[in-house]
């Protein structure tokens, strides 16, 4: 029925008044909404409550559940542990979950095995893969770019990057191309080799701010910056750390945040667009929605002569 309707409004040219749709739109967002229909937020992780280590994985989903509610969405958090994705599918279509929300996976590339034709379907950030879903993630090459800039314009001249490998394999290098592309068009500051290992340990980190002397570090990586003080590296006095993956939990640190709050709502934005269109299953255009970081001031990156 819908794809006969919309035959037969191409045919005879129609198309949507976009005051109406803005003035419903706004009607829906600002009125308390009637339950719809349920959203799942899958969690993959070998534990139930794993994912929640994370201090950004909890606040994508606070983000999301808050603009789910004001769309009259409920939300439930959904691990699918070792149970039979076949039997999980036909629960969560029982308990009226329509849309999916998939947070970043453990591992790269993780296969969940998940049927997704019933539901529509939005994933966070670049790791799953298995299917071309629509995606909602942090623009990672303007947050490095952010800070970088943000170094530089506080004296910084030896700016440094630390992150094991997984990391930036995780976002298609998307790290790396940012780090490589600010150092390419800003040939006046002093171009320090990255420091990318698979395994990042203390004495590797130690033993490459030795060598190199940086006077700021990027680094998204939580004992990086524990393991420099801890040897002597006096921050901020002499050197400055700036954490590419900033949360309030990480307090007096200077950085970028990702906002994953609004991440989140975004993510629970293009899920409703895809119910209200009765869109399910792979989408034949997936489309990725990026957000801009912002800067947290802290006290780890002050300005140097």
């Known amino acids: 029925m819908r794809s006969r309707v919309a035959a037969i409004a191409q045919e005879i040219g129609y198309a949507p008044n976009p005051m109406v749709s803005a003035l419903m739109t706004s009607l829906r967002t600002t009125r308390k909404m009637k339950f719809v229909c349920n959203l799942g937020f899958i969690t993959s992780f070998p534990s139930r409550l794993g994912w929640k280590e994370n201090p950004s994985f909890a606040r994508y989903l606070t983000g999301a559940t808050r603009r789910a509610g004001a769309l009259g969405y409920g939300m439930e958090t959904i691990w699918i542990g070792d149970q039979s994705t076949d039997e999980l599918s036909r629960i969560l279509q029982n308990r009226g979950v329509r849309g999916l929300l998939i947070p970043p996976l453990p591992e790269y590339g993780m296969k969940l095995s998940l049927p997704l ?62 780090f490589l592309a600010w150092q390419a068009t800003h040939p006046h500051e002093t171009a320090i080799p990255p420091l990318f290992v698979d395994e990042l340990t203390e004495a590797t980190v130690v033993a490459w701010v030795k060598k190199e002397k940086p006077d700021a570090i990027l680094a998204n990586h939580g004992p990086v910056l524990s393991w420099i003080r801890s040897n002597g590296f006096y921050i901020p006095d002499i050197l400055s750390f700036i954490h590419l993956n900033w949360t309030p939990e990480k307090g007096e640190i200077s950085g970028t945040n990702q906002q994953p709050e609004e991440i989140g709502a975004a993510a629970v934005d293009l899920i409703a667009e895809e119910i209200n269109q009765n869109r399910r299953g792979i989408p034949s255009t997936p489309k990725t929605i990026t957000l801009e970081s912002v800067w947290n001031e802290g006290t780890t990156c002050p300005h140097r002569r």
């Open 117 to 178: 034709d019933p539901f529509a379907t939005v994933a966070f950030g670049h790791t799953f893969t298995e299917k071309p879903v629509h995606r909602v993630t942090n623009s990672q090459m303007q947050t490095i770019s952010l800070a970088l800039n943000q170094c530089q314009k506080r004296g910084h001249r030896r700016i440094g990057l630390i992150m094991p490998r997984f990391v930036n394999d995780k976002v298609g290098s998307r790290w790396l191309g940012g």
